[in-house]
């Protein structure tokens, strides 16, 4: 198991810019996969972003390919999330979460057995 705390979580305009880091304490982050997942009221927990292990290879669905970029610092055991153009719909709590395999099941919430506690993000209008 490795400890996740996420940070850079807040209140900020529709278009806006907003990064968020996620740090893992205790263990290596290098050893595992990074993601970001974001829920929002009533809605399922669904993949924002994945990042391999080595940082070569990530990966983001459609909905915020082109405004949010997944990358990583494995000398400061962090993984962050730079989201540019902020939209009212993109307000959710966001998730930080690793796994050990960067593979197709990396993209649903159920296989991942390491998460953070959450930041909310809010995108006012």
């Known amino acids: 198991q490795v400890q996740l705390v996420e940070s850079g979580g807040g209140t900020v305009q529709a278009g806006d810019s907003l990064t968020l880091a996620c740090t893992a304490e205790?263990?290596?982050?290098?050893?595992?996969?990074g993601a970001w997942f974001r829920e929002a009221p009533g809605k399922e927990r669904v993949l924002i972003a994945a990042?391999?292990?080595?940082?070569?290879?990530?990966y983001s669905p459609n909905s915020v390919e082109g405004r949010f970029t997944i990358s990583r610092d494995n000398n400061e055991n962090t993984v962050h999330l730079e989201m540019n153009s902020l939209k009212p719909e993109d307000t959710a709590v966001y998730y930080c979460?690793?796994?050990?395999?960067?593979?197709?099941?990396?993209?649903?919430?159920?296989?991942?057995?390491?998460w953070g506690q959450g930041t909310q993000v809010t995108v006012s209008s």
């Open positions: 979460a690793a796994r050990s395999a960067y593979n197709s099941e990396a993209l649903y919430f159920n296989n991942y057995d390491n």
């Open positions: 990042i391999s292990r080595n940082g070569f290879r990530t």
């Open positions: 205790g263990r290596t982050f290098s050893n595992y996969v």
